[in-house]
């Protein structure tokens, strides 16, 4: 009875009644049954964003790929593997008023994925060919009048980080892109701290090094200003 | 003080005074900062090893790719990520009375991954070439006079199980092979039962499918019985 007290107080909050869509972790891209492609990516900063915004009133539809971190109370969970069907499910989730892609999505997945295990042979060794997954942020970024309001990307890069972000917003259409830099040296990735930049259609502007929680909830404020 | 107590009791097993090996888990080869290819393996059933020989009295070095499961207790734990890695850990914890790889090591690695994030762009699709990981099992059974008296391998397969791991043995120089069948179908991958085929000299050994810790136990028991 508390918690569901706490819960009710929580979505009385500048959120309430907006429906916001946010992607985490990292997919999983099958090569054959015992072998997959995967970027890294605890889902540690899509979970605090998820968690965020539910503490602003927000309904959260948290689309999960295999992630090392349990997913928030208080959200509608939907668990992927892979990019497409991380797609599917974001795009069953319209309509809504945002959405907040952090997961880390493959950019390719193996063409014609092995239905049993790739033997290893002496002197023989596999050749993959890729082909593109869907481009979820770009996808959602140009749905015309099913839109949702506010489309925000990440980008983890490991250089030039303003500019390929930069690059990144105008070539998607996306509205903001939440830059970091994933470089080994920074830590980042694993880690607790995250350092980002946002770009807008303002330029880029740069958070300092914070707890992923509070970059969250630093998020979460600036989408409640855009949204209401 | 209890648990001192019960470590002590367990420490004088049928294995007290012997030293074992174990591997478990998966290993990630990395494609670039933020991409790798893994094996699927939730370390469960090579962690379940560990403990069971440890209830038996063994000394157990516990060299373990990134897992779900944490390690048991009362092990000495050595944490890699490739399996080039892995391989050192395993060498340097020679010499040991037996070594039992049940990890689920990559075959290939990525020759020369990239130091920087792999950019995607329009049409250019990566090329990924690969090159053979160090082969543990093989290079551990045929280490001459320092090689443990009991020698025990893994075989994951989808089909042809008994064929391809008998084969296995023989080509590895191993003295058993604990196989199984990791076809979708079966839900071994990522359960909590195996149901595995024990190849030795003598043959083919099918046993009843099970919990993961209840084949631990019995082949910490089989395992006991061969070295003492």
Redesign the interface.
């Known amino acids: 009875e508390i918690v569901d007290a706490v819960v009710g107080a929580l979505a009385a909050g500048p959120l309430q009644g907006k429906r916001i869509i946010v992607t985490s972790g990292p997919t999983?891209e099958p090569?054959d049954?015992?072998?997959?492609?995967?970027?890294?990516s605890s889902g540690a900063q899509g979970t605090a964003i998820a968690a965020a915004l539910r503490a602003l009133g927000a309904e959260v539809v948290f689309v999960t790929g295999p992630a090392d971190v349990p997913p928030p109370d208080g959200v509608e969970v939907v668990r992927v593997e892979t990019a497409a069907q991380m797609r599917d499910a974001v795009m069953a989730a319209h309509p809504a008023d945002a959405a907040v892609f952090a997961a880390?999505v493959?950019?390719?997945k193996v063409v014609g994925a092995s239905q049993?295990?790739i033997?290893?042979q002496s002197g023989a060794?596999?050749v993959?060919e890729?082909?593109?997954n869907p481009d979820i942020l770009a996808e959602v970024s140009k749905m015309g009048d099913a839109r949702p309001a506010l489309v925000v990307g990440f980008a983890?890069?490991?250089?030039d980080v303003v500019a390929?972000a930069t690059a990144k917003r105008a070539r998607k259409g996306c509205d903001w892109i939440v830059a970091n830099d994933?470089?080994?040296s920074t830590g980042i990735?694993g880690g607790s701290e995250n350092a980002v930049t946002l770009i807008t259609d303002a330029g880029a502007e740069a958070w300092p090094r914070m707890g992923k929680d509070a970059v969250a909830r630093q998020l979460a404020a600036r989408i409640a200003d855009a949204l209401v």
Chains 1, 2 share one sequence.
């Open positions: 999983h090569i049954p015992v072998r997959y492609i995967a970027n890294r880390a493959a950019d390719w049993s295990k033997k290893k060794l596999p993959l890729f082909e593109e983890a890069e490991t250089d390929h994933v470089s080994p990735m």
